[in-house]
């Protein structure tokens, strides 16, 4: 639980830099802070779904849980490649303003 919190800090605190301009407008803040929430919502409970049913239906068909259960796993390491590619382009932003 404190990775997906650690990357939702970190995607907030690059949205936060990111939209720091005076252009854009606090709607357009909120309104992609919400999309990120929902997007991050639904891809935690797909996972939370798949595990939870690869879990239960293992004495009737262990060949598709299994498959199941390897698929739920390359959607975390997705999920996982996308929370550090975030954070290498905060950390970019951030030495880009120490300069």
Avoid: P
Avoid at 6 to 15: I, K, P, R, S, Y
Avoid at 44 to 72: P, Q
Avoid at 75 to 92: M, T
């Amino acid at each position: 639980m404190d990775i997906l919190t650690f990357m939702g800090e970190v995607f907030l605190d690059t949205l936060i830099d990111h939209f720091s301009n005076k252009k854009v407008s606090k709607k357009t803040r909120i309104i992609c802070v919400l999309i990120f929430t929902l997007i991050s919502l639904a891809y935690i409970a797909l996972f939370t779904l798949m595990t939870y049913i690869g879990i239960t239906t293992w004495h009737s068909d262990s060949a598709t849980v299994l498959k199941m259960l390897a698929c739920s796993l390359l959607l975390l390491l997705a999920f996982f490649a996308y929370a550090y590619q975030i954070k290498e382009k905060r950390n970019d932003f951030k030495t880009n303003i120490k300069k």
